[in-house]
């Protein structure tokens, strides 16, 4: 059988991968889409839309359970689960059918099941076919990670994949981890009425970032009745009577610790994800990368000058608007012009906790790991008149400014809307504000947008210009 022809073969059909083939087809150029399924990629169907789905369910139950101190009781509420995920399901497959649609209406877009292994760097075969062209793009994705802790692959976990797909809810629910999934789908059942255990290696929820915000969400999750232990050290995963049991010490690991066993009908494994690299045969297309990713330049060209790589199999962001923005340029780069490259300044980064996380630019550890000198100030959600108005009161600002120049460098903020609020901080970072161009951005009162008015105005007076 003669090898099909391309102008570009595309490896993966999730964010990236159609966004690269979505830029190559509109330059005109006959591209093979490569998805060995189910097809839709993992914000579609096993990430962002079912879980924002499943979690505003646990949000109006608990909204709707704590509303006496607004005047209003609900006396009794009912969950229907079954139902919950039914809505999530059809949602999902309606998102998918369309993309497969986007992807039906593009003439020189064909796409192939298959699983996609290099020959070499300008041949791949799906089966029993070959394709060729002088460009690639891989946009594989990622894969849960599983952490290597005894006994835990003989008595089984959830992944968050079980987690989103189950239509009955556990009594007692372990989470391993501290990051986006353990935080949001934990949440998510112990407001459903699932007794919630979260356990954390690190010293606080959300690790990568500041710590006060770890600490402030960890102490709303035990306000809310969820059990957070952190510092944890895994012993082993074992069964007692019908539960399944992880067996931890807690605290300095030099002093034994304190051991503990926390028993759960399911444990959630929620310790991040991988590049997803199975079957590809990298090797032979003289391309390097591991589990931590591809290795990819600033143009997102692989270790084979023909070969480009976009989205979660990078190892940058595991964000989609990152994957998306990558594919886009990987594709253009890939098919010649003015070189593009990736900006990952002013990327936000949101968890949808209640409150929720939302992040963009520099922390302040990263400035401490950059040796880059800034200033911060910050400002309480109870201190301002629309969150107490709302009764939206937990949570904060923390703003990050260059000394001399006051250009906004950072804004990290735990607090009710804090997904679209922090858009405001990426307009402002986009254009290189300082925090005297945000006080005079005139802000509506009373709104949650006020809040970043505050620190601005702290910071502007701290403001030492050189020479000054």
Known sequence: MAAASYDLLVIGGGSAGY?????????????????????????????????????????????????????????????????????????????????????????????????????????????????????????????????????????????????????TLPQRLVVI??????????????????????????????????PEF??????????????????????????????????????DPEQAGRRLSVHGDEILIATGRTANLDGLDLAAAGVRGGAEGLVVDEQLR?????????????????????????????????????????????????IFSDPPFARVGLSEKDAALLGRPVLTAGYPYDDLGKAICTGQTKGFVKMLADPTTGEILGVGLLGASAPELIHEAVVAMHYRATVADLMQMPHFHPTLAEIFTYPAEELAAKIQPVGA
């Open 214 to 251: 770890g600490r402030a969400l960890g102490g709303y999750f035990e306000e809310e009745g969820i059990t957070l232990h952190t510092n944890v050290r895994f012993h082993e995963v074992t069964r007692h009577g019908r539960s399944k049991m992880a067996v931890i010490s807690i605290g």
């Open 19 to 167: 966004a690269a083939a979505r830029v190559a087809t509109d330059r005109g150029k006959r591209v093979a889409l490569i998805e060995r399924g189910p097809f839709g990629g993992l914000c579609i169907l096993k990430g962002c839309m079912p879980s924002k789905t499943l979690l505003r369910s646990s949000e109006l139950a608990r909204l709707a359970a704590h509303s006496a101190p607004l005047g209003i009781s609900a006396k009794e509420i009912a969950i229907d689960y079954p139902a919950i995920v039914r809505r999530k399901d059809a949602l999902v497959r309606g998102f998918a059918d369309y993309r497969r649609q986007e992807v039906a209406r593009r003439e020189l877009l064909t796409l192939i099941d298959g699983e996609a292994r290099f020959l070499d760097a300008h041949r791949v075969r799906v089966g029993a076919q070959e394709l060729t062209a002088p460009r690639s793009v891989i946009a594989t994705g990622s894969r849960i990670f599983v952490p290597d802790i005894p006994g835990l692959a003989g008595q089984g976990c959830w992944t968050s994949d079980e987690a989103l797909a189950s239509d």
């Open 177 to 210: 981890g501290g990051g986006v999934i353990a935080c949001e789908l934990g949440q998510h059942f112990a407001r459903l009425g699932v007794q919630v255990t979260i356990l954390e290696r690190g010293p606080h929820l959300l690790r990568r970032h500041d």
């Open 302 to 350: 692989t270790t084979h000058p023909d070969i480009y790589a976009a989205g979660d199999v990078t190892g940058t962001f595991q964000l989609t608007h990152v994957a998306v923005r990558q594919g886009e340029i990987a594709a253009h780069n890939a098919l010649g012009g003015p070189a593009q490259s990736a900006d990952y300044r002013i990327v936000p980064d949101v």
